[in-house]
């Protein structure tokens, strides 16, 4: 018996130390990939976007554990193909190039994924599409048809999508990729960004932006400021009964302390009406700051400044003539003798089928008198109104108007992050009367009908939008695949 149990132990210690080194493997390999990844992004000088699809995570909630994959709708046996060419386990990178002088009308993309074997790879891609002669040149196969070009090397592919590259000059971008992933740069930036555990995450470089908006509407000083340089990055994860979406800024000092956010908008949590809203907006904006902003960039004024652009006559006359008029105004007496930056909206449902409103906003003395104008003649629609030199403050019900002892406001516990940022909102689409609204068709209306609620908080520094779904227990895009099977049968015969 004590054999038995010696031998038993044995296999399982094997076992046990085979998984490990099967996890730490793949691990490795991801880590590496990662490292690859960083390589190349930072060895990019014209890099305007960049971004990271975890592939396996996105199948497996999208198909493979919704409705979708017995439906017959999606080619299973072709996704099944491709997954015994890529590497499904590791993500998938992009970037996005403009041309060495910065032009963005012409830009470059480039995925980046990893394979397990370059053979298997070309037939794979043979069975789907006209591929022409495979060029071998330095270790390196390069598939180049049309847009798309290919270049595969023993663990990797690059697909490289440009409209006006020439075959010889896309093997020279492609080769560069590829010394560029085995090269050692690194970028503290990037590594934060494109390892971070989400969905998807798509990054947009602000500086060659500017640079190439500058001459084209004139603002020379955009060109030279270096406090127009970082990162904004977009982060979408998909949790059970969550879509979430991640906002980051990775803004220069100069940007991030010029203070055009107050810390938070509590105080104005305190303006909206009594009672349990729908829906609620509060705001707390540094008008200060950015009044300096706009003089800084803006001293002609939006308007002017895109009427002396360059930019083409049709999309000049989309800018409204009002824009010019309100413009003007803030140009002689400044933004902060119009407003204070603080806003605070409440909406409110009572019998589940009217609404009523709350709306604070916090003004300066020469908006008073325009505001007493347009909402004076209608006051009896109100419960009560007062324009002062410093607020604007309606409330359209008794019940829900302004806070006391006695009428207080009642959130729900889901909404009690409102105003821990300068930028908080929330909508109750659950107990909404109008949700209808929100629909025009019977798709957004089937996706509506999964909602619950919507959540967001944000400042200059990031912020987070939160889309809570009524099933709680299924993931959210789960959730929204499983509704495609019944819409296409119900679209055919309807």
Known sequence: MRIYISILGTVCLLLACSA???????????????????????????????????????????????????????????????????????????????????????????????????????????????????????????????????????????????????????????????DALQSNKTNKGITEIITAKEDIIFALNIE?????????????????????????????????????????????????????????????????????????????????????????????SISNTIQDSDLDPSLKNLVPKELSIIEAFIQKDGIQNYINGNVAFGQYSNDGTHTEYSAYLGIGSGFAEILKNEFQPMSGFFHSLEIDDTKMELYTSKTNGEQNETNTLKLKPEFKDLGEKPISAFLDIERHPYKELLWNDKVSKRIVELLKHVTLNADLEGGELILTMKDGQTNAITQLANLIPSLILGSIFQ
């Open 20 to 178: 490990e080194e099967k996890n730490a493997s793949k691990t490795d390999l991801k880590e590496n990939w990662q490292k690859g990844a960083t390589a190349f992004l930072s060895s990019e000088t014209n890099l305007l976007s960049f971004g990271v699809i975890d592939i396996n995570q996105l199948l497996t909630k999208s198909i493979y554990d919704s409705e979708l994959s017995e439906s017959g709708l999606v080619p299973l046996d072709m996704i099944e193909d491709y997954s015994k060419v890529i590497r499904t386990e590791l993500p998938i990178y992009y970037a996005v190039k403009s041309d060495t002088t910065g032009d963005l009308t012409d830009p470059e993309l480039v995925v980046l994924c990893k394979i397990k074997n370059t053979d298997l790879a070309i037939e794979t891609i043979k069975k789907d599409f006209q591929i022409g002669e495979v060029i071998n040149e330095n270790n390196v196969k390069f598939i180049l048809e049309n847009e798309i070009k290919m270049g595969l090397t023993e663990s990797e592919m690059i697909l490289l999508i440009s409209e006006n590259i020439t075959n010889d000059e896309a093997k020279i971008s492609i080769q560069n990729t590829i």
């Open 208 to 300: 060659p932006i500017q640079k190439y908006v500058s001459p084209v509407s004139k603002t020379g000083d955009l060109k030279t400021n270096k406090s127009m340089t970082g990162t904004i990055t977009m982060q979408l994860s998909f949790k059970n009964g969550k879509v979430i979406m991640t906002n980051k800024n990775y803004l220069s000092k100069e940007l991030t302390e010029s203070n055009l956010f107050a810390k938070n908008s509590k105080q104005m949590v305190n303006k909206l009406g009594a009672g349990s809203p729908i829906a609620a907006l509060t705001m707390a904006l540094d008008m200060q700051g950015l009044e300096k902003l706009k003089r800084q960039y803006l001293p002609k």
